[in-house]
């Protein structure tokens, strides 16, 4: 894949995890979708006012919560969504 993502905007792909209650396999239509996922791609940073550009917090590999607030795009098969940094709610560690 070679999306290079803009500004302070990060590429992630979706994480698919197995719901699992009281022994049912709930498949994924029949739940939210999720907010975790992998960090594929970083942009450059948030332009500042005075020109200079505020480092990224995130890198390529990192597994993240995002909020709703994404566009969904489809690259060769797989979805992937593009979300602004500030839209990261933390890191998975």
Same mark, same amino acid.
């Given at each position: 894949?070679?999306?290079?993502?803009?500004? !302070?905007?990060?590429?992630?792909?979706?994480?698919?995890?197995?719901?699992?209650?009281?022994?049912?396999?709930?498949? !994924?239509?029949?739940?939210?979708?999720?907010?975790?996922?992998?960090?594929?791609?970083?942009?450059?940073?948030?332009?500042?006012?005075?020109?200079?550009?505020?480092?990224?917090?995130l890198?390529?590999? !990192?597994?993240?919560?995002?909020?709703?607030?994404?566009?969904?795009?489809?690259?060769?098969?797989?979805?992937?969504?593009?979300?602004s940094?500030? !839209?990261?709610?933390?890191?998975?560690?």
């Amino acid at each position: 894949m070679k999306l290079k993502p803009l500004g !302070d905007n990060v590429v992630v792909k979706p994480l698919k995890e197995e719901t699992v209650k009281g022994g049912i396999i709930i498949p !994924d239509t029949a739940t939210e979708k999720t907010e975790k996922g992998e960090v594929i791609a970083v942009g450059t940073g948030k332009l500042l006012e005075n020109g200079q550009r505020k480092a990224m917090e995130l890198k390529a590999g !990192d597994k993240v919560l995002y909020s709703y607030s994404r566009k969904e795009i489809k690259i060769d098969g797989e979805d992937y969504c593009i979300v602004s940094e500030e !839209d990261v709610l933390a890191v998975i560690q």
